[in-house]
């Protein structure tokens, strides 16, 4: 397993974890086996022209979109039983870890991870909990003919996503912990994180050193780095195909923080700029 940390802002980061080999099919976990039929089913209900399927699927995946990608980042990791079941001698040796120097400073890394491992620990175990436990209250409706219990399964998918992302936090701390993490600033990473650094920071450009440009990146107010565009080269750069849909579902929703962010606080100095010119 490799764990790649990719700036979508300069305060705001994804992490994600390189997925199991399809060779290693054969000894993943009942979970993962029900997961890959699932998805299987649901890309054939996309297929579909009209219909409930249709509209479920559209349902779905506007719902997707909406979940924090903080929680696909941890659902990527797999949970710390899976690996080891995978690899008997994991934990024995050093997880790499790729991340671009220039927009992170490689002493920040192990705080940056510990976070992302313990900030939302409580809220995945907390929404877990509520989804299982209110999944069976949505029984009578799987009563009606020819309606799909669509409560339940919505709630024993987000009980399921929640879970996911709790074993990765937890697997994560665990790495964090012990030390097993080898941090290691990819080359290509630094060079498509210059262009994006230098065209964001007015102060920046291409030909400083890493050093002077992550010092950069480091004083500057949070601002978006990447471009829709970037995803798939990011998914290019890493071999990880998964990766450029995660990627873009973190751009949107950074994007939209910011945005979201710059009009509060546009609306904050308008008004404090009235209150000044009143008499």
Do not use: C
């Not at 299987?40 to 409930?52: D, L, M, R, V, Y």
Request: net charge positive.
């Amino acid at each position: 397993m490799r764990l790649f940390i990719i700036p979508i802002s300069t305060r705001q980061v994804l992490i994600y974890a390189r997925p199991l080999r399809r060779e290693h099919a054969k000894v993943l976990s009942f979970t993962d086996r029900i997961t890959t039929k699932a998805a299987k089913i649901w890309a054939k209900w996309e297929e579909a022209e009209k219909g409930w399927k249709k509209h479920l699927v559209s349902w779905g995946n506007r719902v997707q979109q909406r979940i924090p990608y903080e929680e696909w980042g941890l659902k990527s990791i797999p949970s710390l039983n899976a690996q080891r079941r995978l690899d008997k001698s994991y934990g024995s040796k050093k997880v790499d870890v790729l991340f671009p120097g220039n927009a992170i400073k490689s002493e920040k890394l192990k705080s940056i991870l510990h976070k992302i491992a313990t900030e939302r620990q409580d809220l995945h175990r907390k929404r877990m909990w509520g989804s299982f436990i209110a999944s069976p209250l949505t029984a009578p409706i799987g009563l009606i003919p020819l309606i799909p219990n669509i409560p339940f399964f919505y709630l024993v998918y987000r009980g399921w996503s929640h879970w996911r992302a709790l074993n990765g936090s937890k697997h994560l701390e665990y790495l964090v912990g012990k030390d097993l993490l080898n941090p290691m600033s990819h080359p290509a990473l630094e060079r498509l994180y210059a262009k994006r650094v230098s065209r964001v920071l007015e102060k920046s450009n291409t030909e400083k050193s890493t050093a002077d440009m992550v010092e950069d990146v480091e004083k500057g107010d949070d601002r978006l780095l990447l471009r829709m565009d970037d995803a798939k080269k990011l998914a290019s750069i890493l071999e990880a195909p998964e990766l450029a849909l995660e990627a873009e579902r973190a751009i949107v929703q950074v994007e939209e923080k910011l945005r979201v962010g710059n009009m509060s606080t546009g609306e904050g100095e308008t008004k404090a700029t009235s209150k000044e010119k009143k008499p």
